[in-house]
């Protein structure tokens, strides 16, 4: 590892990558599963398991995966679901069926899933940088008496 003259470590093999090329279809091939075949069910019940929505929405087609959105602090849900499924078709007839339809008391929304950077609106702020504790160059002091 290199040190330059502002004290940073430069990598000189590393670059910055540019995803500007990549397209959806592309980005959907990383997945093991097409981008298509996520969905977001909006509007929940908040007493709702990943078992009562993997039964009910298994009707449509083979589910990889249910993630609820639940509250860190709480554990509670928080009315939001994504479900994987293995395949589009599938994926779009349960989006096709259960929108806008009746489930336990409330009437659900279902959407196809966006990749995070295509929701939009105004990037995430983490707060002021945070300083870096890398180590200080040490200089050598000359001593001269002329």
Known sequence: ???NMLGMASFP???TPNRSHLNLRQ???RQDYPLAS???VKNLPYSTAETTLQNKFSNFGKIAEVQMVKDVITKRSKGLAFIQYTSQDDAMLAL???DQKDFCGRMISVELAKL???IGGPPRAT???KKWNLP???VDEVDCWY
């Open 127 to 129: 707060g002021p940088p």
């Open 38 to 40: 996520k969905i977001v």
């Open 27 to 29: 980005l959907s091939m």
């Open 1 to 3: 590892m290199e040190i």
């Open 96 to 98: 096709e069926t259960m």
């Open 116 to 118: 995070r950077w295509d």
């Open 13 to 15: 093999c590393y670059t």
């Open 136 to 138: 200080e160059e040490q």
